[in-house]
T-cell receptor, first 110, second 119 residues
């Protein structure tokens, strides 16, 4: 079983749609959680950290459920520029490197 | 914001040659840098953790004699792919960890990556 699992997609949605991505992680000792965005042939860029209380940044809302070991990302009012691969990323206690999910590809269509 | 640079951005080489990739943190000091590799349509896979002034820690399955890592200063880590072969062709990405405080989740900033093609 992968340490971080994501639905690979692709998710094809029209502009203005709301889309949600889910992610599960297997290690209960996980300490930090992030969503990164990766455009084709580019490096990952931090989209947002994810906190237990949930957090919002503009059109993006992230949620963390530690009991279920589940992380989500909600994108409202999708823009064409949101098209990318979204990576669920987890940091573990005692291990300073991050573990990446395989990513969920989003394609926003006009 | 924190900036990490990587050089070169793209390299094409013949089989059997060695390739050096540099990773620099431009506006902060990084005691730890990480080297990842990403094959097409796959996730980033950690290759090794590079610590300034000490030996790198390699992940299982990564040959330390083939992927030489040197972290000579707080702003520079290098990865040398020795005797490269076509199967080493990949996207190599470094990241530098910016510590935000004890007990607080830390953030990593990524370099733009180096696309290696071995003919």
């Amino acid at each position: 079983r992968k340490e971080v699992e994501q639905d690979p997609g692709p998710f094809n949605v029209p502009e203005g749609a709301t889309v949600a991505f889910n992610c599960t992680y297997s290690n209960s000792a996980s300490q930090s959680f992030f969503w990164y965005r990766q455009d084709c042939r580019k490096e990952p860029k931090l989209l947002m950290s994810v906190y237990s209380s949930g957090n919002e940044d503009g059109r993006f809302t992230a949620q963390l459920n530690r009991a279920s070991q589940y992380i989500s990302l909600l994108i409202r009012d999708s823009k064409l520029s949101d098209s990318a691969t979204y990576l669920c990323v987890v940091g573990y206690t005692g291990r300073r490197a991050l573990t990446f999910g395989s990513g969920t590809r989003l394609q926003v269509q006009p | 914001g924190a900036v990490v640079s990587q050089h070169p951005s793209r390299v094409i080489c013949k089989s059997g040659t060695s390739v050096k990739i540099e990773c620099r943190s431009l506006d902060f000091q990084a005691t730890t840098m990480f080297w990842y590799r990403q094959f097409p349509k796959q996730s980033l896979m950690l290759m090794a953790t590079s610590n300034e002034g000490s030996k790198a820690t390699y992940e299982q399955g990564v040959e330390k004699d083939k992927f030489l890592i040197n972290h000579a200063s707080l702003t520079l880590s290098t990865l040398t792919v020795t005797s490269a072969h076509p199967e080493d062709s990949s996207f190599y990405i470094c990241s530098a960890r910016m510590l935000q405080g004890a007990g607080v989740s830390d953030t990593q900033y990524f370099g733009p990556g180096t696309r290696l093609t071995v003919l």
